[in-house]
């Protein structure tokens, strides 16, 4: 299986070849640049809308312990940092919040790209990529294709990185990140 920041790496490469091809005036390309934008918007909304029933519905009283620094943008050395502890239920309406913000400023930002700017090109890449995206966030994979919370989507949720970082703490050997297991061993 290819890594997430590969994979998009590739499907970028691949899309952008063909709209290299195109000619971003063409009436059918604009109306495909505007289909995936509406596509991403409506998309991320019902899915937005769907899992929240989904996760009020579902009464899980487990517990996880998340460090109070995953919700702020402030680095806070692991040993000073307080832990939350909270039910599944309320991490993940708590996570499913901070993705619909996400989700908001880049479908105002594609939408003013695509409809006002007429960057035909990179909305149909950004939307593409979007959509990627937003079916693989773990609320998605969990709430709708029914996978298990384990491995990558055992809570609390590892923060993604891109792939140039991932590439850089493996030249450095960094290793300063917490990892969900180490998290679990705390619980």
Not at 40 to 64: C, P, S, W
Request: charged share 20%; aromatic share 12%; hydrophobic share 45%.
């Amino acid at each position: 299986m290819v890594s997430p920041g590969i994979r998009n790496v590739l499907v970028t490469g691949v899309v952008a070849l063909v709209l290299y091809r195109c000619d971003p005036e063409n009436s059918w390309v604009v109306t495909f640049a505007q289909a995936t934008v509406l596509g991403h918007l409506f998309l991320g909304l019902f899915l937005n809308f769907y899992i929240r029933r989904l996760i009020k519905k579902n009464e899980d009283t487990a517990t996880v312990r998340v460090p109070r620094s995953y919700y702020s943008w402030k680095r806070v050395p692991a040993d000073q940092d307080e832990w939350l502890t909270m039910t599944t239920q309320e991490y993940d309406l708590e996570e499913l919040k901070r993705t619909q913000h996400r989700f908001v400023l880049n479908a105002a930002f594609l939408g003013f790209a695509v409809f006002r700017i007429g960057a035909t090109r990179a909305g149909i890449l950004q939307g593409l990529l979007w959509i990627i995206q937003i079916l693989e966030s773990p609320l998605v994979q969990i709430y709708i294709f029914y996978k298990p919370a384990t491995g990558l989507l055992a809570r609390p949720f590892q923060k993604s990185t891109g792939l140039l970082d991932a590439v850089t703490r493996s030249f450095r050997g960094d290793a300063t990140t917490t990892t969900t297991t180490e998290n679990k061993k705390d619980n």
